[in-house]
């Protein structure tokens, strides 16, 4: 199964697909405005170099739409975070070979007195595309579809090759673990140059034929405000959103709304308890990464502040020796009292997972595989 299946097999349908605070596209319609797309990006693009098409923007209609663009398989998006500046963004833009770089007037912006030799820049404000079927492609499962940049905390950003596999697997995944279906409505307020986004937002509603409804930045004081407005049953977050939305005035209604599910990564156990019971919702939450090669998930019965259960073939292993660490050994009150023994690296020991390698670096990616197993860097 691909992108490019999924896309397809919606062609014809008429159910809500997109929502912005602007207007909404059906199934239909989002499709074929996505083709439409696909077709006059090949038209711009060189033969004789990388497909590769930078997407810089919020999320807006056309960033969601270039991204469906990219899914009928004759060019790679690459995500471009908008959070980087002058030389390291003109980096990022070398190092995924982007020939072009698609973005609007809130962004255009951050490429002033940038040496874009060799990129074209098209504003999206401006772009007229007119009616056309998608190109003719084969994709397969392990075909790139997407760069992804890394947060670049542990050094600089390096672009995860994300296959047409890592956005179906997920998709189907989440819709089935999380019992998503056509009848919701998943708000994505994440960034959609960022895998939570793609892999957790758009990708479930993709594969259920639910709808997405984008807000083109995140905000904390208009969460709920948007969760009405849409009708969302779903959200997914990384990082603090859960704490920067209990920080907003609690009031006494909060918990009359549609939400009844919130999925993501990172947050703590205090928040993920007080924002269920504020907002009558459940929130899931677990341990991933872009290369999403060693998962963690919060399973029933967790005890509180423990990361989660790893899935198969995740351990936890001392870099130095290769083998595997010793288990915590704690005390009466709970205490581990061996840490300098049993801390180590998580561990992927059955191989890459779904990590297809890093774009154009070879040693980082080698330095992920050792021994055949994926190592994180993750403590």
């Keep these: 199964m691909t992108v490019r299946d999924l896309l397809l097999a919606r062609a014809e349908q008429d159910t809500p697909a997109l929502l912005t605070h602007d207007r909404s596209w059906t199934w239909r319609e989002l499709i074929a405005d996505a083709a439409s797309r696909a077709a006059a990006t090949a038209a711009l693009l060189d033969p004789a170099r990388p497909p590769h098409v930078g997407l810089l923007m919020d999320n807006t209609a056309e960033m969601l739409l270039g991204l469906s663009a990219a899914g009928f398989g004759s060019h790679v998006a690459v995500g471009v975070n908008s959070t980087r500046r002058g030389d390291a963004l003109l980096a990022d833009l070398h190092r995924a070979d982007v020939q072009l770089l698609l973005t609007d007037a809130t962004q255009v912006h951050l490429l002033d007195g940038l040496d874009l030799t060799g990129i074209r820049v098209i504003d999206t404000d401006q772009w007229d595309v007119p009616p056309a079927p998608a190109p003719e492609a084969s994709p397969t499962d392990d075909t790139l579809f997407m760069l992804i940049f890394t947060s670049g905390t542990s050094g600089r950003p390096k672009a995860v090759r994300i296959t047409h596999e890592k956005i179906t697997v997920p998709g189907s995944y989440l819709s089935e673990r999380l019992g998503l279906g056509t009848d919701d409505i998943h708000y994505v307020s994440m960034p959609l140059f960022h895998s939570n986004a793609v892999m957790a937002g758009w990708a479930p509603a993709l594969f259920n034929g639910g709808t997405v409804a984008l807000r083109e ?24 959103p859960l704490t920067y939305v209990l920080a907003t005035p609690a009031q ?52 509180s502040n423990a990361l989660g259960w790893p899935a198969d073939g995740v351990a936890v292993f001392d870099r130095e020796t290769g083998e595997e660490c010793p288990r915590a050994v704690l005390d009466a009150d709970g205490r581990v009292t061996n840490l300098d023994e049993c801390v180590g690296e998580l561990v992927n020991t059955t191989g890459a997972g779904q990590f297809a390698g890093y774009y154009n670096d070879e040693e980082a990616t080698a330095e992920r595989m050792r021994g055949g197993m994926y190592w994180s860097g993750d403590l």
């Excluded at 930045?217 to 603090?240: C, I």
């Excluded at 209604?253 to 156990?269: C, I, K, S, T, Y």
């Excluded at 907002?279 to 677990?286: N, P």
Aim: aromatic content about 12%; charged content about 25%; proline content about 4%.
């Design 252 to 303: 006494p209604h909060d918990a009359d709304n549609p939400l009844r599910l919130v999925f993501g990564n990172e947050a703590g156990d205090r928040d993920i308890q007080a924002f269920g019971e504020r907002f009558g919702c459940h929130v899931v939450d677990g341990f991933g990464s872009t290369e999403n090669a060693v998962i963690v998930s919060k399973i029933e019965g967790t005890p």
């Design 217 to 240: 930045k995140f905000s904390a004081s208009e969460f709920l405000a948007d969760v009405r407005r849409f009708g969302a049953t779903y959200a997914s977050y990384v990082g603090k």
